[in-house]
DNA sequence: GGTCATCAAGAGGTCTGACCACTCAGAGTG
DNA sequence: CACTCTGAGTGGTCAGACCTCTTGATGACC
């Protein structure tokens, strides 16, 4: 207590906890591209052998890092049993965005506007990139809209998977991961919009109609088009199911 | 191995982890609302008690929301002691995304187009709402980047500041750490490229000029302008710093 | 009465060692 | 040759102990 005045600057030591250790090792070797895609952690034992920490400081640190979606755990002996580096980054994003949202960390505003941004990119990318075939389940997402008298969970999933179909195919992952993330973690809010609406039909009846002008505006390849009409639809949208 | 011809359609029961009811238990409750941000968590005794697992089982849960930036740990004992609901997203987020570039993931096209989607709209966001004052750590970010014979280091921390101070001043939290991490992802590839750089000085040179035209915009309050330089800016640093 | 040292309690952090469940490879068997 | 069985190695789980840290109460001392 002694040496506060103007002694030299002690910068407070990190202390790091064991599972941060195990962490910023393997973050390591990725990150100097010692461990790439495909290629197999070493088994817990052993890991936590080499690094001098208990098996479960090693599971914790495995844990944080297949919660984001960079490995992968299987059971088992043998080929293809153990821990492997993966490339599932939307597992871990999803999860990220739905939670963040209820916790009001983003509000709605804030949610439509991100949403603006990545779609209207992923909507010029597409009218630029994509041919029919990558069109596909863009088109099949808008006819299975089209199926009359449709609930509005229904309506919400297929609605869910137009969108990230476009973003999808404009060719652009992390885009496309985001897009996903924020779409999926949207959807139980805007199902019990959905559900509150008072003239479901008129509402349902005027998506459907924004849709095919942007898919229309996809095949035809005009990106500015389908740009701006997917950020007024997304606008739009929120107006009319969450009025203030 | 008899009944696969036409039997009843058996859909595969998920075989959940403990740690994954855990992380189930508890973000059912930050979705139902009965956990918002600052509620403190139960003890991880207690939580393993009553949702019947072990220990270990929570603390892996634990980590994995730790990991994601929804709760947050402290040692020690009576008030602050314990696992709150915490709200910090840019801790998760960061990390995922350095990990997923450095993977492969996400190539550096798919980086630069999400950054000019995101950064456009926080330069229009920023133009249109952001006063003086929110604009200060932008102007001390663009004063710092003009010390003369600047390491690239140095630079490279400082153009970070820069573009996240912008981010920050659209008051959009979630464009703004998106882009916080897709930045902070690029700190160390941007930071050897411009290290391989032929002559520094030159690109440095061009690097401040665009800098100062975008915040001229900013504070002209010129949404598009400010929107068109942030693009052009970008894609020409990727180009010059990254050529093939 | 105020001030300070001390200590107990309660929280997370760590480790150990055991056991279970799963899966594959290979030995054994008909 | 085909099938079965078994062993071994992997992650998954658990129980229990102990450590460290922090706080708040206790109580001695001035």
New binding site residues.
């Given amino acids: 207590m002694s040496g506060e005045v103007a002694g030299p600057s002690w910068q407070p030591v990190p ?7 195990v962490i910023a090792a393997i973050e390591g070797q990725i990150l100097a591209g010692t461990l790439t895609v495909g290629d ?9 052998a080499r690094l ?6 090693v ?2 640190a ?2 944080v890092l ?1 919660g984001q979606g960079v490995v992968r ?11 492997f580096i993966a490339a599932l980054p939307s597992t871990g994003l999803t999860r990220f965005l739905r939670l963040h949202v209820a916790l009001g960390n983003f509000d709605l505003d804030e949610v439509v506007e991100s949403r603006v941004a990545l779609e209207r990119t992923s909507a010029a990318l597409t009218a630029r990139h994509a041919g029919p075939e990558d069109l596909a389940p863009v088109t099949a997402a808008l006819e299975a809209m089209d199926e009359p008298a449709i609930a509005p969970e229904t309506f919400n999933l297929h609605d869910t998977a137009f969108h990230v179909a476009i973003a999808w195919a404009g060719g652009n992952r992390l885009v496309a991961e985001m897009t996903t993330a924020i779409r999926d973690s949207m959807r139980l809010p805007l199902q019990a919009a959905m559900r509150q609406t008072s003239d479901w039909a008129q509402v349902c009846a005027e998506l459907r109609t924004e849709h095919h002008a942007i898919h229309t505006a996809l095949a035809d390849r005009d990106a500015d088009r389908a740009a701006e009409l997917t950020e007024a639809h997304i606008r739009r949208s929120y107006a009319v199911l969450f009025p203030r």
């Fill in positions: 202390r790091a906890r064991a599972h941060e250790l197999p952690l070493p088994p817990e034992r052993d890991l936590a001098q920490v208990s098996r479960a400081g599971r914790e495995i844990r297949e755990s299987h059971v088992g002996s043998g080929q293809g049993a153990g821990t």
